[in-house]
């Protein structure tokens, strides 16, 4: 179990590093959702959301990204709390399953990190002034940093199976999609028919 502690920190020591240091700001994230109230340059349902009371967004934006955001670093406690391993499945370390678990792990981690790196390399990501990115892996998916982080919540899921993690990959992956759908109505007012032609060029997943 050494060996996974050291791993698990590896695995969120690479997120946190994505998160901040090679942040790619969104248009969709709860904190602008929530702060900013500019619609000028926003599509019709990035408009409509903005517009909603405080009370439904805090239901419909931020209670569902705690939870899977909560339950998405839940293996963290196995380092820190190892008593939690009495109510968390863990599998076998060196069983098959238990070394295809960390394959998916780190192949979501690195599709998500080499997007990042993708993407940063091509646009400075301020004031939401960027280019539409649409060569490299974003011709073959629209989203590949988010089925990166998907692929990585799977493996968590094979590694630490409960139901606690299968409801949140749920919730998480809905909330992310409506976060996609909001994306997509800003780039669209904002590229037009570039966005478009990439729309009918390229799946939003795979």
Same mark, same amino acid.
């Given at each position: 179990m050494y060996v996974?502690?050291?791993l698990i920190i590896l695995v969120y020591v690479s997120i946190l590093v994505e998160l901040t240091i090679l942040h790619v700001p969104s248009v969709a994230s709860t904190f602008?959702?929530?702060?900013?109230s500019d619609t000028t340059k926003d599509g019709p349902l990035m408009k409509r959301v903005k517009s909603w009371p405080l009370w439904i967004k805090s239901i419909i934006l931020f209670v569902p990204t705690a939870i899977s955001v909560g339950l998405y670093i839940l293996p963290l406690l196995i380092v820190f709390y190892p008593d939690s391993k009495l109510w968390i499945d863990v599998r076998s370390t060196g069983s098959?399953?238990?070394? $295809?678990?960390?394959?998916?792990?780190?192949?979501?981690?690195?599709?998500?990190? !080499? &997007? $990042?790196?993708?993407?940063?390399?091509?646009?400075?990501?301020?004031?939401?002034? !960027? &280019?539409?990115?649409?060569q490299g892996w974003f011709s073959f998916s629209r989203n590949p940093i988010l089925i990166g982080m998907y692929i990585t919540y799977f493996g968590w899921l094979i590694l630490f199976p409960n139901l606690m993690m299968t409801i949140g990959f749920i919730i998480y992956f809905a909330n992310m999609h409506f976060r996609i759908l909001l994306e997509e109505d800003f780039l669209n007012q904002k590229f037009g028919k570039q966005f478009t032609g990439y729309l009918k060029q390229t799946r939003r997943y795979l």
């Open positions: 996974d502690s050291i602008q959702l929530f702060h900013y098959f399953i238990h070394v $295809v678990g960390w394959v998916v792990v780190f192949a979501g981690r690195f599709l998500a990190m !080499f &997007s $990042v790196f993708q993407i940063r390399k091509a646009n400075s990501q301020t004031n939401n002034e !960027f &280019s539409l990115k649409t």
